[in-house]
């Protein structure tokens, strides 16, 4: 069986014909195998979605317990046979349920890698090398000039900052899903031991990260309506990125703007959006980490999605491994 004839990019996402299954389809399908709760893998409207329990959790927690028609738990590591197609799940490392998809029938493994990071994470399981024939990477940062920091020396920035400027609050943006978590383990892994403020809509995630055994100390809510103003200076105060468009943000009395993306690493993305702490933490590998992981698993063959596709085919190319782009639309880069 030829690889494309068992996966191969639809109108609605990778599609399976022979097990008659999308992977993170784009848009509502009878049956979806879905790799992480990210807005733009896991959508709504689906009739039947398979993935880990803790995938399925935040999907409830985040679009209500009607996202779809009927759910089933893929177990790590487990084949299940999808209308004769065998399939798997294995760990991504990418955020709390994030796991690759390994597809099997005729001869064929096609592993869908999903968004996923070779980093430490205190918040999730890591990344599992999982040997294929065709290994579907992402590429959100697949370009050479990406070369991320270590995450420690950039929670120690935060942490320096905080004692350079103990009048002010440090407002840092950080997705709602594993990124504000992680950033909140971090810096506990660093001794960070003071009450954390958090947007509103970050506090269901953070209660069911906690609720999985994940210690994120004492988290309190960044309120600052009411009579007694709070004051959080000298303090951190974690929102998600699109609060900082609106007035909460600039209610802070002269806050640090501070920002926890791999796009931090573009000094002129962190100027565009008035950050003054750029804070490079990324949960998609970087160059060095996708060449390597491509490396590791030694693929036969490489198929490239959403990201900077073209210069990753080039990469494969020149080490000779045949690659090539799939083009795949509406994945962005919620998580990064």
């Not at 303090?235 to 943000?249: C, E, N, Q």
């Amino acid at each position: 069986m030829k690889p494309d004839s068992l996966l191969y990019p639809a109108p609605k996402g990778l599609y399976c014909e022979k097990g008659d299954f999308y992977i993170d389809p784009v848009q509502p399908v009878e049956r979806a195998l879905i790799t992480h709760g990210h807005s733009d893998h896991a959508r709504t409207g689906h009739g039947r979605v398979l993935a880990t329990r803790e995938t399925l959790d935040i999907m409830r927690i985040r679009y209500g317990d009607l996202f779809c028609g009927a759910s089933e738990v893929a177990n790590l590591g487990e084949t299940i046979v999808v209308n004769g197609v065998r399939v798997s799940f294995h760990p991504a490392g990418h955020v709390l349920g994030s796991a690759q998809i390994a597809v099997e029938a005729g001869g064929r493994r096609i592993v869908v890698s999903g968004d996923y990071k070779r980093r430490s994470d205190p918040t999730c399981r890591p990344f599992e090398p999982v040997p294929c024939d065709v290994f579907i990477t992402e590429a959100t940062f697949g370009l050479p000039v990406f070369h991320h920091p270590d995450d420690r020396s950039e929670t120690a920035r935060l942490l320096a900052s905080l004692k350079q400027f103990p009048e002010r609050a440090h407002v840092v943006g950080a997705y709602a899903l594993g990124k504000a978590q992680r950033l909140i383990a971090l810096l506990r892994q660093q001794g960070y031991d003071e009450p954390i403020h958090i947007h509103g809509a970050l506090a269901k995630l953070c209660e069911y990260y906690r609720a999985e055994g994940i210690d994120l100390g004492e988290l309190r809510p960044a309120t600052l309506a009411g009579d007694t103003r709070p004051d959080f200076a000298g303090g951190i105060v974690i929102g998600p990125p699109s609060a900082f468009a609106d007035r909460w943000a600039r209610r802070f009395a002269e806050p640090v703007a501070a920002f926890a993306s791999g796009w931090m690493l573009i000094r002129q993305r962190a100027k565009q959006r008035g950050v003054e702490l750029p804070l490079v933490i990324s949960d998609h590998c970087d160059w060095a980490e996708l060449t390597g992981t491509i490396r590791e698993i030694a693929p036969a063959e490489v198929w490239v999605t959403h990201g900077r596709e073209e210069a990753l085919v080039r990469w494969c190319e020149l080490a000779g491994i045949p690659a090539r782009p799939l083009h795949l639309v509406g994945y962005d880069d919620e998580g990064e």
